[in-house]
């Protein structure tokens, strides 16, 4: 087996991402924490890989996939009530439908995700259902009564002949 680096299936794909100072401070924890590799891997003139197992290769899905399902084990093994597989797929997936539940902009949450179609976005990776249906609508219903309720404090509705030129 062989590393490469292969290009993103769009040019959509090769991007920047913002990220939280959280997560910039644990991603320098990482960094700290881990043993420096004896030497630093090369592949097609890539280096400086942010996960890396204990030969100094970079982790590649299959890596996170075998981590997934020992952890997704462990807890089946304890719980009654049993944790379906996940994938580092799944996560992508659960990701997208957070930030749209979130209320993300559609067109900032298809450039996080690196699809050059909002439609890939929207139609297979934003996964919402009834309940989230009902919880809109219940946000909706919550803005109108506030809206209803400033208009109660109100005594007269303001109007250009309360304000005269001089």
Request: glycine share 4%.
């Amino acid at each position: 087996m062989r590393y490469i680096i292969d290009s993103t299936k769009t040019s959509a794909g090769t991007r920047k991402l913002p990220i939280t100072q959280d997560v910039a401070n644990m991603f320098r924890a990482i960094i700290e924490d881990r043993e420096a590799p004896k030497y630093e891997k090369i592949i097609d003139g890539y280096s400086g890989f942010l996960f890396v197992d204990k030969n100094g290769n970079p982790l590649v899905a299959m890596h996170w996939q075998h981590r997934l399902n020992h952890m997704v084990k462990r807890y089946n093994d304890i719980y009654r009530v049993q944790m379906p597989n996940i994938t580092p797929h799944v996560c992508r997936h659960t990701y997208c439908s957070n930030m749209a539940k979130s209320g993300m902009n559609p067109k900032t949450l298809q450039y996080l995700m690196g699809h050059s179609d909002i439609a890939v976005t929207l139609n297979v990776y934003t996964h919402i259902g009834l309940d989230d249906a009902t919880e809109e609508l219940r946000k909706l219903e919550e803005m109108e009564n506030a809206r209803r309720e400033l208009e109660k404090g109100q005594e007269k509705p303001v109007s250009q002949k309360m304000f005269k030129a001089i």
